[in-house]
């Protein structure tokens, strides 16, 4: 996989909400740009998922524990708010739980079910070790909001904002070890 880093740096940063227009933005965007050294560290610690087309990423979905060392001030707030966010009845603090994303799908690849595959092969791998995962989505990206609520039915727990800008905390059962 390392081979593949590279790749995932490109797509990410082509995707990254500086980059596009905002008519682009529309259809979806991510809010951090990572280096090779940072994408090598997540896939180090629980991993990542791709999508392949010819040997090129077209996809992919990261994970990492909460005491990741992710340097990032968004994540930091959204793992504080664990605290005040319930997810079926229960403090998310009260859950095993582990960051799910950033997530990409390469624009020419979307609403193809390459999301579904990745968030079911992800959820499938941490199956046992997590009960929930978390994820954090920018309140101006409805293109992600839609895809991870409405079309992998995650749920809403919260909200946090970091510099002005402010985010939904969406969570999700992981299935028990099969």
Request: proline content about 3%.
């Amino acid at each position: 996989m390392p081979g593949d880093y590279a790749d995932i740096v490109r797509l990410n940063t082509e995707n990254f909400i500086a980059n596009l227009s905002a008519e682009e933005r529309g259809d979806g965007f991510l809010s951090a740009v990572f280096t090779i050294e940072q994408v090598a560290a997540m896939a180090s610690d629980l991993g990542i998922m791709i999508a392949l087309d010819g040997g090129a990423v077209v996809g992919f979905v990261c994970a990492f524990r909460n005491d990741f060392d992710h340097g990032s001030p968004v994540v930091a707030k959204m793992i504080e708010s664990y605290d005040r966010a319930r997810f079926e009845g229960k403090l998310l603090t009260e859950y095993q739980t582990y960051a799910y994303g950033p997530v990409c799908i390469d624009r020419r690849y979307r609403r193809q079910g390459l999301l579904r595959g990745l968030y079911e092969a992800q959820r499938n791998d941490l199956a046992g070790q997590f009960e929930v995962g978390v994820a954090l989505i920018a309140r101006d990206n409805p293109h992600s909001m839609e895809a991870h609520v409405k079309g992998l039915d995650m749920i809403e727990v919260g909200e946090f904002e970091v510099n002005g800008k402010v985010f939904a905390t969406v969570a999700f059962r992981l299935p028990a070890k099969s």
